[in-house]
């Protein structure tokens, strides 16, 4: 299976099924996909994309906040022995409840607090050692803030990294709505982030939302402003291996997956 | 910023947060119980209603996926409801994953889609199966525990004129549906706990076992009621449980 070269960073996209036949015909263009879904059983083009593009396992493994199941250990240990993914991802997220009555079955941060970090430590552990591969995670916005924590994102981040030793998934749309919705830049947001253990970017856009009222994560393009903090943090993460154009819908397009990583990749100097 | 005493953990906190955010009822009483000053309680406010909008435009958008084949002769998706006004009022009362939620907002699209030009005699039903399986993608409640047999939150049988299942093959092949595709079949809708969804069709002994499974019958009753021996009907109500069909008392 083909793999992420070392020493060079491998620009790349998410597997969109619907755009299998367009993934294989872009050449060198993509270096690698990271797969938020499993294949479906009727994808006829998933054996010729792996062994075509090197995969980043990408999917919904579980919530870290609470210990995983037999049967989702279980599974992320399947998709892993079915990538051979370098890495596998998972997120900074607590979206069910314990007894999972209510789901926001969408990005929502833990409460940064001792107690969420000794969860998040203890059950990251076991699904490293469960995949047996290297585990990265991903940063998450909040939109509002309760008068609950007792640190910054960048504390609790920085500490479950030295604690772990897993590294960063670096999502910088999702950086990017934090500090626009704290007041601050991006730059300056980031400053206490340990992008010392970041291993992969994530780029895309962002748009306005009705209900927010305000920007919120979009599959489209990234912009100059994402692009040109990619290449801010890239200066700053010498152990970066990969960005990935992070989009995954019906209704993306060819002409916007190609287009992102054309940019992206020139933004990198690659083209 | 010091932590206020409480004995409450900080899981069982989030789980407060989540209950808010996904229901709008909630958000409306008070938010005194939760650390929100007034200012983040209008935030967090207008997140619960972008999470519930982009909730359901999903679920609509993989659930009524083949009608969505005729957009452009339909000039209609079923996802446009949630732009629509009346899901503003939903929006102010819903409760996120909810079985009710799901059932409304399934109502909204048929209606949506059912009020144009039909592309063919099987559009109705074709928008009942899609209802059907919106019904399943759009309900994530845990299911309570039983001490005798019952029917899966969500789980659903539909009876249709027309061969759903081959339907929906050749809609996917783009060939032309004719009327050697009228037939009678009951298709059986459900989910796991685990979000796999099934459509199966059934029949026989299956469907005599799926309709006396009542909630107020045990397995001596239901095998009673059907005529059939206790054994087949243990068998029918694990293979049913596999699916989310059925929800079996605890062993």
Known sequence: MPSILEGRISIGAFYNPHLAGELLRAGELIGHLAMADPPAVDDAAFPYIRDRFPLLLHDYLGQLSDPLSPHALDRARQLQDLYRSP??????????????????????????????????????????????????????????????????????LRRFFDDTGCGFLLDLPHVWLAAHYSGIGAQEYLKAFPLEKVVELHVAGVELDRDLEGPWIAPTAPPGDILDLALWVAER?????????????????????????????RAFGLN | MPKPESSKSDRDL?????????????????????????????????????????????????????????????????????????????????????????????????????????????WEELLAYEQAFFLQAATAEAEPRTDIPRRGRSAVSCAFRWNLPEILTRLKSAQNIGNDLKKDVLLLFSRTAGG????????????????????????????????????????????????????????
């Open chain 1, 87 to 156: 890495w596998v991802a998972e997120h900074f997220q607590c979206l069910h409840t314990q007894d999972h009555e209510r789901t926001l079955d969408y990005v929502f941060p833990p409460l940064y607090t001792e107690e969420f970090l000794q969860r998040f430590e203890a059950n990251a552990r076991v699904l490293r050692d469960t995949v047996g591969a290297p585990l990265v995670m991903e940063n998450i916005p909040g939109f509002f803030s309760l008068e609950h924590a007792q640190m910054s994102e960048a504390e609790f």
């Open chain 2, 14 to 122: 989030q789980d407060e947060v989540i209950r808010y955010l996904a229901d709008a009822r909630a958000r409306k009483k008070s938010s005194a119980e939760l650390p929100l000053s007034p200012e983040q309680a209008q935030k967090a406010e207008k997140f619960g209603r972008f999470l519930a909008r982009r909730y359901y435009r999903d679920r609509l958008a993989r659930s009524f996926r083949y009608s969505r084949m005729f957009s452009s002769a339909i000039g209609r998706t079923a996802e446009q409801v949630v732009d629509g006004e009346f899901f503003q009022d939903f929006l102010n009362e819903c409760v996120m994953g909810s079985l009710e939620a799901a059932q409304r907002v399934g109502q909204m699209a048929v209606m949506h889609m059912s009020n144009v030009l039909e592309p063919g005699v099987w």
């Open chain 1, 237 to 265: 993460a010498p152990k970066l291996r990969a960005v990935t154009f992070d989009a995954f819908s019906p209704s993306l397009t060819e002409e916007t997956v190609l287009r992102s990583v054309v940019a992206t990749r």
């Open chain 2, 196 to 251: 796999n969804i099934y459509v199966v069709e059934m029949e026989g002994s299956s469907e005599l076992i799926w309709r006396h499974t009542d909630g107020a019958r045990n397995v001596d009753q239901i095998a009673s009621a059907v005529s059939l021996p206790v054994k087949t009907v243990q068998d029918t109500l694990q293979a049913l449980s596999q699916i989310g069909a059925v929800v079996l008392p605890p062993r």
